[in-house]
């Protein structure tokens, strides 16, 4: 019970800022919750923790994790309204899987490599290399997280939902890249 009331209030504290500045709470929760992925991908593989990833993971975040899908899920609700259009689910579902997924990420791909250093030929190759993978594991394990945040989370919601499964998607994408960069390392 004692616990109850600060975990109250913290919720109540981030709802007040999630209305009040959705943009802001959305980018910093996307920034923390990316660096925190970023921190465990690398303990978990019990690695030397390295600070470019962490912090290519955590500016993305803030730059682009929290506001790209804002904008998105508000224009997914503008152009498939519940009350207008048939199907609503399955054409918000369709429309994020193919169109919007496989270029958020490209544009994840390259945005992290670019925010750890990488040169523009470093970051397309690995681009290139990860990218199909990558895609194809998003269809596979994230289409049912996308549905149930599509049909049952409020949109005010989705971003944070996506962001906390994002955790274990930040982990595994942070593991692929890693995985990748030794591979090209040991070449």
Known sequence: MALSKPIMNLMASYLQNLYLHPIKTK????????????VASQLVAGDKIKLDPILAFGLYGLVFGGTIPHYFYEFLERTF???VVAFPLVKKLLFERVIFAPFMQAFSLYT??????????????????LYLP??????????????VNLAFVPPMLRVLFMNLVGFGWAMFLATKRRQQSQKRTEE
């Open 27 to 38: 980018a910093i929760t996307s920034c923390v919750v990316g660096t925190a992925g970023s």
């Open 81 to 83: 309204p519940e009350e």
């Open 112 to 129: 992290l490599a670019r925010f750890e250093g990488k040169n523009h030929s470093a970051a397309l190759k690995q681009l290139l290399a």
């Open 134 to 147: 990558i895609l194809e594991a998003n269809w596979k394990w994230l289409t049912l997280f996308q549905l």
